[in-house]
């Protein structure tokens, strides 16, 4: 059975959100869950932010497969991690699939959220984060533009799916129940579509 860590983003991911209905679905199949709260999502530090990451990525079962979903400032995260891995931490750090969920764009800011950008597009430490990496936003994400999420897409060599209507693909998007999400852990070729 996999692995999955799921990566919440600025504020969290509360039991409506489409992140706790993931890791039940999981849980109920024999997964390995794991979510973990980090620390002062209203006013997340990118430094705290990864020295947790690395202990959670250094405490995740050698399983057959080890996969990652992160949304918004959780995928800003997982690119700095990957940015900053070094190739001696390669092996014990790295996972095999990792989807990136409306990561904000080089625009985007707030005064609560410190040290996260600029976002680091290092295509070389993605590759060595993960074995397959994916983008997905919504057309009209106000964090992120389709134009800028192209460009970091084009940058980090990596597959981007962009979900019409679908903003920031979280709750107040209607991103509660998302079959697409629980598809993509089963098989990493499945679209990445609305919830509805």
């Not at 996999?2 to 199949?29: I, R």
């Not at 869950?33 to 620390?39: A, G, K, T």
């Not at 962009?162 to 998302?178: C, E, K």
Request: net charge negative; charged share 20%.
């Amino acid at each position: 059975m996999p692995y999955v860590l799921l990566l919440h983003g600025h504020t969290g991911s509360g039991p409506s959100h489409w992140q706790s209905w993931l890791a039940g679905q999981l849980a109920e199949t024999g997964c390995v869950v794991d979510i973990p709260q980090l620390s002062e999502p209203d006013h997340p530090k990118l430094d705290v932010w990864l020295a947790e990451l690395r202990h959670h990525l250094r405490a995740a079962p050698d399983t057959e497969e080890r996969i990652l979903l992160a949304h918004s400032c959780g995928a800003t995260l997982w690119l700095h991690h990957a940015a900053r891995l070094v190739d001696e931490e390669r092996h014990p750090l790295r996972f095999d699939r990792v989807l990136l969920v409306s990561p904000p764009g080089p625009r985007w800011h707030h005064p609560d959220v410190h040290g996260f950008h600029p976002t680091p597009l290092d295509a070389a430490g993605v590759r060595r984060a993960a074995g397959w990496t994916q983008l997905v936003i919504g057309d009209d994400d106000d964090a992120c533009s389709v134009d800028e999420a192209v460009e970091m897409a084009a940058a980090l060599k990596v597959d981007l799916d962009v979900i019409p209507g679908g903003a920031h693909l979280n709750t107040d998007a209607g991103y509660g129940l998302w079959p697409a999400a629980r598809g993509w852990v089963t098989d990493r070729h499945t679209r990445m579509i609305m919830n509805r």
